[in-house]
């Protein structure tokens, strides 16, 4: 057994869990079963310190508290319900990372090698740079396909793709900066690619598969989704969620890729996406983020000290899943916010996570 199943076998053996022991069929089970913070050895008086933050930052509009499999605690705020779906902005691309592992885990995709313009042959061009040819699915997992990052000047590259008449085409034409491979430059549009590339390997719309073989096992389901001008989803931005539903992901890669007794995603593809894919020098830090490197369209890093697995959205949409504390907490805040204040929304999120939620979850 790991260190963190381990740790987590422990935790278990001295608290009541909760989705862990099923009192009805799954289906008919509500997403989450309901405890007290105390019955899940958590502080009851930091963790409502957390909500009392959230209502006060006056921007937030949801944060869920997961422990052990078990609903601690939960608030909503403008306006918001546990009923109300949210755009979870780039949070879609760690879901995206999830529907990948599995469209490879059932054949559709044979190889992460496998090269991205085979499947677009019609987007191929005369005077083609030739290291086009060379960028590949793991390439667009990994944010190296080469191409500009989308927050340079303000997202003004972001805004290039998005306002193009045929988004695939338009990021296919991109100039490649780097080689394919060489460095990480956080752009959207790549894993927009990789949306595309899940419709024509499967044949079905990407949501359409993703019902049947994530969200469906998940027992939550996508309540909108962007399309492009053709069409298709929106690779890597614009699901919607509530936040119990987010909670679900983190819960799902805490627990291997299992979920009431079913393998969902692969186990081996859970460890791979949990894996760096960056070098980056620590100490770094995004606020109380600490340490993060970036993995298969997650990020990895720490918050008070504690490893987490993090799905990452703009505004202040997070996952965050701690292994060794068996915690999950997700958050929705206003996404359509220029970059100043979609900063201020996160180190603020990132605050509440830090300085309450995780302290609450040491005892």
């Known amino acids: 057994m790991s260190n963190r199943g381990l740790i987590v076998g422990l935790l278990l053996m001295v608290t009541v869990g909760c989705s862990d022991k099923p009192t009805e069929p799954a289906a008919k089970r509500p997403l ?27 921007f937030i509009d949801g944060l869920v508290v997961i422990r052990n499999g078990c609903l601690v605690g939960e608030g909503y705020y403008n306006g918001f319900t546990s009923a109300t779906p949210h755009n979870v902005m780039s949070v879609s691309k760690s879901f995206l990372s999830a529907i990948t592992g599995v469209a490879l885990d059932r054949g559709h995709i044979e190889s992460l090698e496998e090269r991205v313009l085979d499947y677009f042959p ?19 997992l990994t944010m190296r396909m080469g191409i500009r990052g989308e927050d340079a000047d303000d997202y003004a590259e972001y ?5 193009s008449p045929d988004w ?31 419709t024509r390997a499967t044949r079905r719309s990407t ?31 614009s699901m919607y969620f509530t936040p119990q539903e987010m909670a679900m992901l983190g819960w799902l890669y805490l627990n291997d890729g299992r979920l009431d007794g079913a393998q969902i995603v692969p186990a081996d593809w859970v460890a791979l996406t949990l894996s760096p894919s960056t070098n980056l020098t ?12 970036y993995a298969y369209l997650w990020w990895l890093g720490e918050f008070g000290g504690h490893a987490v697995y993090l799905a990452y959205g703009y505004g202040g949409q997070f996952v965050a899943a701690f292994p060794d504390l068996n915690l999950v907490v997700a958050s929705t805040a206003p996404g359509e916010v220029d970059p100043a204040t979609s900063t201020v929304q996160e180190m603020a999120i990132f605050e509440i996570i830090a300085h309450y939620i995780v302290p609450a979850a040491e005892g």
């Open 207 to 237: 949501p359409a598969f993703a019902t049947d073989y994530l969200f469906r096992p998940m027992r939550i389901g996508v309540d909108d989704w962007e399309r492009d001008p053709q069409g298709g989803y929106f690779g890597g931005n």
């Open 159 to 163: 805004w290039r793709l998005y306002n």
């Open 122 to 140: 019609e987007y191929v061009y005369p005077q083609m740079d030739p290291a086009k040819y060379d960028i590949t699915i793991r390439h667009l």
């Open 282 to 293: 620590h100490p770094n830090e995004w606020g109380e983020f600490k340490n993060y490197n």
């Open 168 to 198: 695939i085409k338009a990021t296919i034409e991109t100039p490649l900066q780097y080689l394919p491979g060489a460095r990480m430059t956080y752009n959207t549009f790549q894993t927009h690619l990789l949306s595309g590339i899940i």
């Open 32 to 58: 989450w079963d309901p405890s007290t913070p105390e019955a899940q050895r958590m502080n009851a008086l930091r963790l409502d310190s957390a909500f009392i933050q959230a209502g006060a930052a006056g």
